[in-house]
T-cell receptor, first 113, second 113 residues
Framework: GENVEQHPSTLSVQEGDSAVIKCTYSDSASNYFPWYKQELGKGPQLIIDIRSNVGEKKDQRIAVTLNKTAKHFSLHITETQPEDSAVYFCAAPDAPSYDKVIFGPGTSLSVIP | DAGVTQSPTHLIKTRGQHVTLRCSPISGHKSVSWYQQVLGQGPQFIFQYYEKEERGRGNFPDRFSARQFPNYSSELNVNALLLGDSALYLC????????????FGSGTRLTVV
């Protein structure tokens, strides 16, 4: 089955700086890569996703890049704000049906005012 | 529109007992997936149901079972509770059985003592 690794496990940045979280996956047939944000006491919330037919996708301050050859994808947050502080999870679909996702271990992001 | 609703939000059970967790998906969503999230880890896939049929099962013992009702709501049952079952149980709904478009509820925090 799919194996998703995520780095770093914790990340602290100054407000206004950029944050980058990287994930690798093992199944070259995976074709959908979502990112979730989880705030304390809440369930994960989908913030952006990318499919394998594109290399980059942006949504305001958030972007995701995908390198299918190297089997890794990254989340980029620019101009970080204190409300970006949360745990972020990457995920990838799992064989054989690819209709469920396997989550990475998570990155705890702290944005320091 | 209401999001994914889960009940109860918290509960405490004793080892050996049985528990039933409930989930109501977003109106119009036909797929429900259950995930277990142990503190400090990413969510782990337990079950997926689509149109009342089990579509996938994760690496969990037979003590875990689930079902989906005609109105697409779902129950997760866990028998013979162990201390290690203490976790946040998350329900996610999606319009179809595909991995894209997951919306998570806020979860049920289960503590086994």
């Amino acid at each position: 089955g799919e194996n998703v690794e995520q780095h770093p496990s914790t990340l602290s940045v100054q407000e206004g700086d950029s944050a980058v979280i990287k994930c690798t996956y093992s199944d070259s047939a995976s074709n959908y890569f979502p990112w979730y944000k989880q705030e304390l006491g809440k369930g994960p919330q989908l913030i952006i996703d990318i499919r394998s037919n594109v290399g980059e996708k942006k949504d305001q301050r958030i972007a995701v890049t995908l390198n299918k050859t190297a089997k890794h994808f990254s989340l980029h947050i620019t101009e970080t704000q204190p409300e970006d502080s949360a745990v972020y999870f990457c995920a990838a679909p799992d064989a054989p049906s690819y209709d469920k996702v396997i989550f990475g271990p998570g990155t705890s992001l702290s944005v320091i005012p | 529109d209401a999001g994914v609703t889960q009940s109860p939000t918290h509960l405490i059970k004793t080892r050996g007992q049985h528990v039933t967790l409930r989930c109501s998906p977003i109106s119009g969503h036909k797929s429900v997936s259950w995930y277990q999230q142990v503190l400090g880890q990413g969510p782990q896939f337990i079950f997926q149901y689509y149109e009342k049929e089990e579509r996938g099962r994760g690496n969990f013992p037979d003590r875990f079972s689930a079902r989906q009702f005609p109105n697409y709501s779902s129950e997760l049952n866990v028998n013979a509770l162990l201390l290690g079952d203490s976790a946040l149980y998350l329900c996610a709904s999606s319009p179809t059985g595909s991995a894209g478009g997951y919306t998570f509820g806020s979860g049920t925090r289960l503590t086994v003592v």
